[in-house]
């Protein structure tokens, strides 16, 4: 194993995916952080925290893992590195961790560029107080663990398709969907029980009212318990909950144990059908 891990991070050190990946993050928070002073410079009396962007990179992360680990684990089949790691007489189980254990250290690698990002330029650009410590460790741990169970996804489908461009499409697909499924559900979850009445003036001057009406879309009983489920089990949904709402929420509840389990499942299913497969 430890020769396993020794070469992939050897690998990784020379990756040039790897670095992409780091610098779109970096720039990424770099664009946050300059519309926010934007924002501050146009409109100086609103409060604009760049607090409530620290851990915000989640969607764009989204993206970059599942195209890094794509093309990691895809250049390790096309290179045929994986099968001369078999022929030599590794077991694929420790492959298959020690994989999981470069991707993910690079993928925490590359959320960390983002948060430190943040809260240093972001710090010395928006000229704002410092935050507690303790504050930005529990929102670190929650979303670090989001990004584990992410990396575990995106390795699952790339370890299992052996060819290098259709793996990185499948993974880059499945971020897209992953993130447009978040945002409709959270759409849906947000969408208010009832519409306020108003009132309007019509073309000939007279006010009209309209009474306070219950919203159709409303979800409600085990529809809206299945939305709520999703919401905090799918990891594009936990990156969301965690960037948007800022430094206000204290505690994330069950969100850690949803993305450990989803680390546990899907690296079980991952190894237990890389052991069978066949390495072309």
Sequence with gaps: ???????????????????????????????????TYGSKMRYPNEAHPFTDMTFAGGPML???????????????????????????????????????????????????????????????????????????????????????????ICLLISMLVQNKASGAVMVTVL?????????????????PKYFESYAYMDDEGKIHEEPRTRNVNYLTGTKRKIYEFLWDFLPSCQFLQIGEQGMERKDFGRLPLYALFLVVITTSCGMIVFCRKDLK
């Design 175 to 191: 971020s897209f969907a992953l993130l447009m499924g978040a945002a409709m559900i959270n759409n849906k979850l947000s969408a």
């Design 62 to 152: 989204l993206i970059v893992v599942a195209v890094f680990i794509g093309i990691f684990i895809g250049t390790e089949y096309s290179d045929g590195t994986i099968r001369n790691k078999v022929i030599v007489g590794h077991s694929r189980w420790a492959i298959y961790f020690s994989n999981l254990i470069v991707c993910t250290v690079a993928s925490i690698s590359m959320h960390l560029v983002f948060i430190v990002s943040e809260l240093i330029v972001g710090k010395i650009v928006l000229d704002e107080s410092a935050i507690r410590a303790r504050i930005i460790l529990q929102y670190a741990m929650c979303s670090i663990i989001t990004v584990t169970a992410l990396a575990a």
């Design 1 to 35: 194993m430890s020769r396993l891990l020794h070469a992939g991070f050897a690998k990784l050190g020379k990756s040039k995916i790897f670095y992409c990946g780091m610098a779109v993050m970096f720039f990424y928070s770099m664009i946050a952080i300059f519309s």
